[in-house]
């Protein structure tokens, strides 16, 4: 056997139960200390307190039902990335600077607009208070400095251990004119999930935010057609959010029942 079969034979063994040399991780731990991989990056030879708000076991991390994902084993920390610091460099400071001037003219305070500013791994995040995302939206298409003029559309994401901002929506914008892509972000509560549309100034991000209400729940309001769009009119809930259950629902299609796939076979 090579060397290099021996390290690799020798680091499986480390997390297979009851294998290994006595004082090896057991294979949760292994899994625990393999989670904190999942977090954002640090500065180049620094480290950054980053604000943990979960630990997820399993694929989903569904509660209360059983995992049919097979994933039951992972373990991931959930962490959210800490506002940047000046320099941020690129052209991120520039961006920046003129959306602070463009509120500021506006008469509103940047810093109850903009709640952060993140970059991580050499992207440009700027997450924003809802009732100020319409404006930054427009100037970021319209101004001759920014020309953000694509929105790829919004996507929902759920955190449900990140008290009364459970709901992020997140929107990707591309300048064709400075060839820049940049991130917005809104979080809203579970109990308060409402997110003004920018359907009106981004045309194409129709679908998307029906798309985004029908499988998160996030209320996109002043939208033009607020439907679903994958799940039946008459569906109760929004089956991808991560404390929807995995399995336990009974699916009825032209008179014939098929049995929630949690009560079909055990798993373990």
């Known amino acids: 056997m090579s060397e290099r079969e021996d390290e690799k034979r020798s680091a499986a063994d480390v997390v297979k139960p009851g294998h290994g040399e006595t004082g090896a991780q057991s294979t949760t731990e292994a899994a625990l200390e393999a989670g904190g991989q999942n977090i954002p990056a640090g500065p180049v030879g620094g480290r950054r307190e980053l604000e943990v708000i979960d630990v997820r076991r399993g694929m989903f991390g569904v509660h209360g039902s059983g995992d049919t994902s097979g994933f039951g084993g992972l373990v991931a920390t959930v962490a959210m990335p800490p506002a940047a610091e000046r320099p941020y460099g690129s052209w991120f400071d520039e961006v920046v600077d003129i959306l602070v001037e463009l509120l500021e003219a506006d008469g509103v305070d940047p810093d109850s607009a903009i709640e952060k500013v993140v970059v991580d791994r050499g992207e440009l995040t700027i997450f924003l208070a809802r009732e100020h995302l319409r404006r930054v939206a427009q100037w970021l298409r319209d101004d001759q400095d920014l020309r953000f003029e694509l929105c790829m559309g919004v996507s929902g994401v759920h955190f449900p251990a990140d008290v009364d901002r459970e709901l992020h929506a997140v929107y990707h914008l591309i300048s064709l004119t400075h060839s820049r892509q940049l991130r917005l972000e809104v979080a809203v509560a579970d109990a308060d999930p409402h997110v003004p549309t920018i359907v009106d100034i981004y045309p194409g991000n129709d679908w998307h935010e029906r798309e985004t209400w029908d ?21 109760v809930g929004h089956p991808q959010r991560k404390d929807y259950p995995l399995g336990g629902i009974p699916v009825e299609y032209k008179g014939g029942t098929i049995p929630p796939p949690d009560t079909r076979r055990s798993y373990s």
């Open 215 to 235: 499988l998160m729940g996030i209320v996109f309001d002043g939208h033009p057609s607020l439907a679903r769009t994958a799940m039946p009119d008459d569906w």
